[in-house]
Every structure is written in structure tokens, then in C-alpha cells.
């Protein structure tokens, strides 16, 4: 193995704290990273890591090979950039890009494509789901997240803003009490989406006080999809972010409810890993990706 890539290997082991992540981060297989931690330890006559049932933490020594590591591959991946930048060299590379799933759909899929366009060396594979993936362990390279970000380790770039916006049919509105206060949510049927954890209640804010609705929902699913079409046909009123039913409030299918107490816009933001060395391509992709989010008409600057 290259002797870059062994000091790029032990990193990896050191940030992830697992044999199994570091390999899925560096898209080897784990039984070749593992003899690649074995070969090192054995090549430098000493223990760098402390194996435990739960997770692989690293000695003293570990420590501050790590560290020094670190800056080697910095200082390559400087070099290597400057060159790239300066000789025109073209893109190559394989890389993992994340994104929620209908934006990711809507939005981020174009951005990729016209990326691969532009770059016939690189390959990507596009990750799609609510979930919100850690970024180092999972091996991404360049992720695009709706809400604040909880990671340290990230650098982030905001490229504006969406909503919680309160939607509801024509259809639906016809039959139903009137809803003008959040306090009269409970006398109409909620279609929810539970795909995260956390109770089933609503938030809004008028003028810096905060009103909570908590609900029992006619309908719950883990699908957008399945929402956004129970909340078209009829079912009920459904609280969603404002890109997820752009086209239904323009075709006037869905109607947006109580917008003076909408709670405050989520930051849409374009984030990658900050504790590895940053390639040329993830840095080129994040800033066509950022380019390209920040020209959408559904963001707010």
C-alpha cells in the first residue's frame, strides 16, 4: 500500500473510531484495513490503537502519529491542489454526495449531472434519504442539509433558506372549521410525517412567543411522498417545508395556513467534513453545488 495512503488509512481509524467505518469511508473493505492498521503497528514496533468491544480509540503514541499524519496529508493535498490548479489537470475520483430525498430529487440530482457533464473523469454516487448521515463515518464527501447543523467538525456554507409552512386543500378547507389560530389545529384532521423522532406536536412563533399544538394525527407515515399526496387529495392539513409543495401552492392545489406564525426559516447549507484533507473534486463540487443552490428561486437569500 501506498505510504500515503496507509497514513490516510490510520486517520480514518482515528476520526471514525472503527475498523468497519473507516473502511466504508474509504470505500476499501474492512479486512484490508485492518491488516493495513496491523502492518503499521508492526512496521513501527508499537501499539497505536486500543481495541475495546464498542470502539478503537487511539494510544499516546496513536495520538500523536495521528497528528503528524494529518499534517502530511495536508501538506500533500495543498501541493496536489495548487498543481491541479495550475497545470489544468482534469477531475478524477469517485464521490459520495447526500441529500434529502425530494430535494435531493428536485434539486441536487440536476447539480450532479451537470457536475459529471463538466468532469468525464469523476463517478458519484448520490445518497438519498431524511435521514442525517455522519458525514466521516459514512464516508461522504460533500452533503447538502436543511436545518442547523449539529457537527463541529463541519464546514458549512449557507446557501439560503426554507420555511415550515401550515398547507391544506381547497377541497379540504371547504368542509372543515375555519383555522385561524394555531389553538383551532385540533379541531381538524393531520396528516404527519414521523419520519424523525420527537413527539407528535407542532411549533409556531407570532411576534417572539411560541405557541406548541400537540396532536393526535388521522394519518402518520415515515413517507414525504405519501404526505404531500394525502394532504392534496383532501385528508387534512399537513406541515411541510415550502420546497417540498412549491408546485402544489402555485397550481393552487395546496393552500399555506396561518404564514404570521410560521416558526423562523431553516438554513439550507452545503457542508463537508473539516477534520480530513479537502480533494480538489469535493472542494470543486461544493462550490458548483453552492453556485447552483444559491440561484433557486425556492431559497431565500
Known amino acids: 500500500m501506498d505510504r500515503l495512503d496507509e497514513l490516510a488509512t490510520f486517520v480514518a481509524i482515528v476520526e471514525v473510531g472503527s475498523l468497519v467505518g473507516a473502511a466504508k469511508r474509504l470505500k476499501r473493505s474492512p479486512p484490508a484495513v485492518t491488516r493495513a492498521l496491523a502492518a503499521l503497528e508492526e512496521r513501527v514496533g508499537r501499539r497505536l490503537v486500543e481495541r475495546t468491544t464498542r470502539r478503537l480509540a487511539p494510544t499516546d503514541a496513536g495520538r500523536h502519529f495521528a497528528e503528524r499524519a494529518r499534517e502530511l496529508l495536508n501538506g500533500y493535498s495543498t501541493v496536489m491542489s495548487r498543481l491541479v490548479e495550475t497545470e489544468g489537470a482534469p477531475l478524477h475520483g469517485i464521490l ?99 419520519g424523525f423522532a420527537g413527539p407528535t406536536e407542532l411549533r409556531f412563533q407570532n411576534r417572539g412567543r411560541l405557541h406548541t399544538v400537540r396532536m393526535m394525527p388521522r394519518l402518520m407515515t415515515t413517507d414525504l411522498d405519501t404526505v404531500i399526496a394525502a394532504v392534496t387529495s383532501g385528508q387534512g392539513i399537513a406541515r411541510l417545508l415550502s420546497y417540498q409543495v412549491e408546485a402544489e401552492i402555485s397550481s393552487g392545489k395546496l393552500v399555506r395556513l396561518l404564514p404570521a406564525y410560521e416558526p423562523p426559516a431553516v438554513p439550507v447549507q452545503v457542508v463537508i467534513p473539516g477534520s480530513r484533507r479537502t480533494a480538489p473534486a469535493v472542494r470543486a463540487f461544493a462550490d458548483h453545488a453552492a453556485a447552483s443552490l444559491r440561484t433557486l428561486s425556492i431559497i431565500r437569500q
Do not use: C, N, W
Not at 464516508?139 to 409552512?165: E, K, M, N, T
Open 96 to 194: 459520495r454526495i447526500a441529500a434529502p430525498t425530494i430535494f435531493g430529487r428536485r434539486h441536487v440530482a440536476p447539480i450532479v449531472s451537470s457536475f459529471l457533464d463538466a468532469h468525464p473523469a469523476i463517478r458519484i454516487e448520490l445518497v438519498m434519504g431524511e435521514r442525517s448521515l455522519d458525514l466521516i463515518s459514512e464516508g461522504i464527501d460533500v452533503a447538502v442539509r436543511i436545518g442547523q447543523p449539529r457537527d463541529s467538525r463541519l464546514v458549512v456554507r449557507s446557501v439560503g433558506s426554507v420555511r415550515r409552512v401550515l398547507v391544506a386543500s381547497p377541497s379540504y378547507l371547504r368542509r372543515q372549521p375555519e383555522l385561524r389560530h394555531p389553538r383551532d389545529i385540533p379541531k381538524h384532521d393531520v396528516v404527519f410525517f414521523s
